[in-house]
């Protein structure tokens, strides 16, 4: 099946793609449809629960991932809005082409979407005003620290963070 045409939200490449948009995880052929079909790894529907669960009363969006070298763990961020706005990190392990139950870091980020950075042994959320560390991977009782703070009276922010 092909995805909804949805802007994509985040991007990675490893021994396939792997791509999101704001409420399904897709993956594919590094060679594009010539290559093979695309694959959903979470569909809207299966994400509906989880989402669900963060909403709260508001509306809940997938706003970045990453995938670990070897593809065998993929991160994603949420941007839950609603009375106020709630980031949070989600980390799924890849069993075949499908994603089997999520971890959520014990962290949540009031600063706004978050965009992710990936090493082999941490995985860094950037938000606009700074970036945070945490264990890569991570399990139910990991937090994230701040590792460095965009001061407010510089009238400057972070728009993105590799890995």
Known sequence: P????????GLAVRDRLYWSTQTA???GPLGGSSRGA?????????????MQALQGGGSTQITDLAVSNGSSSLYITFLTSGT????????????????????KLMWDCTEGSLTIG?????IYLSSGFGVYAAPAPFTAQDQAKRVFKVSGASGQQIADIAG
């Open 38 to 50: 695309t694959q959903t790894l979470f569909s809207q529907e299966q994400l509906g629960g989880l």
């Open 84 to 103: 106020s706005q709630i980031a949070s990190a989600f980390s799924f392990r890849i069993g075949g082409r499908t994603l089997e139950q999520p971890t």
């Open 25 to 27: 995880i897709y993956t």
């Open 118 to 122: 990936l090493a082999p042994s941490a």
């Open 2 to 9: 092909s995805p909804r045409r949805e802007p994509i939200t």
